[in-house]
């Protein structure tokens, strides 16, 4: 604790010698009403568009930041009962250098100029709604939170990119169904307007957006006068139409090989008042959804896979905001998948008595519903509800000549409950809770959680508080009338400058040995406390031969909650830069001076969920590092790699990685990545024994993972899409050992018999092409072919192209489905219907 003492110390003394934030400046800009809208044709040069004085003036936030602009840009914004209206004129010095780059629909920044309009309609200076498009007429919608930019988001817009001698020029029609307002009768917004000029790296803001400031939406400048607005009918209906061929060779006589299976459902979106939303799915379809990136696990811990089904991806920032809501829970793996609840004296026991006929490795989502909202007080509220399905296994027992099945995982509902309001300078309080109510016999689960943020008017200091409690529940115990509520706690503090060149935070966490969030939420492990603190320094504009740099040093301290005591010290130093020829770069040093205690790896625990068993890791040292070329020229490279180094056991872990980007031309683009690790005598748990006895075992593994993407866009609207990894590992243990008392190792002189002392070869190989095609707003038809390998083994040889032949040969699944989305809106068939 000294070290977090004197670091803190430190804090408070270089704190005094750097001088407080400015405020900015936030400009001012009138809305104009019309009541002619202008014709979308990429030329805001109607006489219409005459009526609104232009936004100019642009400042750079990179490379320069607070720099002018290098090239002039005027944008109008008109409004009338339907929309608004935005036309930018974006001057260019050299019209033929404009890059044109096409992308995905919200693909990101790609080697095109782009334009940018930002709307704080609460004008809450922390949420905003994201409208972008670039030189090729790709757009980008995206919602600025306080947790970040849900880039997931979407909505139904138009816009219009004209080029011309003068450079390029750009026409939004933003539909008020595609925002949310206040229903007041004349409002303010914060507004804003971005100019991204790609040959030049250059980002510049109608009103400024220091980097050195922290925030979005709180350095937006002001529109004024709006009013007269009504909100409309938001409503809209997206029906889905489906269909799969699904082959993998089974080799049985009585299962067929080729599966064909057709499916439709609906996705509703209905706006119940001026802010608040209902999103409803019915009969969902997540088939189409990217492959999971699996891994060989030797870790005591889960490995957690990214969200990639698109119901649960949009528009829920607000119940991401706590970290308690982990959506892959639903739809998840069955809680008793592995151990299959069967009356075994009646069936019998062993895979010669009992086959396992059909056992799902997911479970059945029936629907999923999303209210969300923020009042005109700056409330926000989230409800999310997820209904499963009974999901069953079908085993066969040989003794009684017979299939039957059993429940693996009981109809479950899921709840999210969030409260989010804002207050002034940038702050906050949220209460969370998520809930997970499943049938008769099965445990139930509730976790609360209340946070906040508080800063000052200058957005340069903060403080963060936030506690959670967790509750499980046991039906069983209760209808026996053993009522029992397994309580866990955490809690968390910290306080920094997060403003200016010179910035800290220390911050103090804990969390209990009996806090469980995982039903719904993901957590690697509890039963930790952390002390932590660390200085930046931040450089925001050129100086010398590089554009910027970001400096930190810290420390942290890690400790097991129960029983207390010491688990890690580390120190550390990063430095992350940019040159001016916009290769970036970075480094991480870490110096672990103590020995370290891994009370996880064991895998052993007191009758309280406390770990009883430690393993001691000696002191060590690691460097890490990477360089990223410039993205604007056709060939770009990055590359990263490290060193960990512990001396005691003579441990060495290295790893590199390479992934060259060529983009051929505007329409196609290849990328390429390769990642290497060798682990040499890592250590890890192999096996329990009689009498406590816990095994460890000295293994050397190496990693490979391959992954090539290719995207070839035909169009704004038309897109193919490749994405293809082979990954591969390789344990091979070399030594066993026994587990002392005293964390410490023994040598056990022969390998225990457990499964987790064998060596493992594990490959995983999967091909996701897709084919999309915008054919309407909000429309889409997309073909998808995916083959998914998984092939392990435990390997006599570990030769890499022999591994990734046998791969190739191995049983695989082909998929090829087609689905059609209709979007549908209410307002347009309306209007349909009158004319």
Known sequence: MRHLFLLAFCLSSFTAAFGQTPVPVKKQMTAVRTATPPKLDGLPTEEVWLQAPPATDFIQNEPVNGAPSRQRTEVRLLYDDQAIYIGAILYDSSPDSVLTQLSQRDGGQVNADMFGVYLDTYLDKQNAFGFEVSTAGVQTDFRATSNGNDFSWNAVWESTVARHAQGWSVEFRIPYSALRFPKKDVQSWGINFWRSTRRYRESAFWNFIDSSIQGFANQFGVLQGVQGLEAPLRLSLMPYLSGYADHYPHGKADKKDLKTTVNGGMDIKYGINDAFTLDMTLVPDFGQAQSDAQVLNLSPFEVRFNENRQFFTEGTELFNKAGLFYSRRIGATPLLYDDLPYDRNRYGEGPAQVQVVENPDKTSLLNATKISGRTNKGLGIGLFNAVTRNTYATLRSNRLEEEFKVLTDPATNYNVLVLDQTLPNSSYVTFTNTNVTRSAGFYNANVTGLMTRLSNKKNSYALNLSGNLSQRYNKGEIEEGTHKVELGHAYAASFGKTSGNFQFTVSHSVESHTYEINDLGYLENNNSLENAANVRYNLYKPFWKLNN????????????????????????????????????????????????????????YDANRAPNRRWRDPSGWEISGYISSDYRKKFALDINGGLYRSAEYDRLTQWVGLSPRLRVNDNLQLVYSVDLNQALRDFGFTGNGGQDSIFFGNRTVYTVSNTLTGTYIFNARTALNLNMRH???????????????????????????????????FNAFNVDLVY??????????????????????????????????????????????????????????RKALKS
Not at 731 to 758: R, V
Request: net charge neutral; aromatic share 18%.
């Open 549 to 604: 740099m970001y400096n930190t040093l810290g420390v942290e301290h890690r400790m097991l909650y129960k029983p207390n005591k010491l688990a890690q010290l580390v120190y550390f130093l990063e430095t992350n830069a940019t040159t001016r020829n916009f290769l970036s770069f970075g480094y991480t040093l870490s110096w672990l001076p103590l020995n370290n205690y891994d009370y996880f790896e064991p895998r052993s």
């Open 772 to 829: 999309s095609w915008r054919f309407a707003p909000g429309s889409e038809v997309s073909v998808v072919w995916k083959n998914a390998i998984d092939y392990s083994l435990f390997p006599s040889r570990n030769d890499y192209f022999l591994n990734l032949r046998n791969t190739l040969q191995a049983k695989q699944l082909n998929s090829f489905s087609v689905k059609v989305l209709y979007y549908l809106d209410y307002q347009v068939l």
């Open 727 to 761: 990954y591969w590992s390789n344990a091979t243990y070399k030594e066993h050992y026994l587990l002392l008392e005293d964390g410490n190792m023994a040598p056990l002189g022969y390998k225990p018999t457990s499964p987790w002392a064998d060596d493992r070869n």
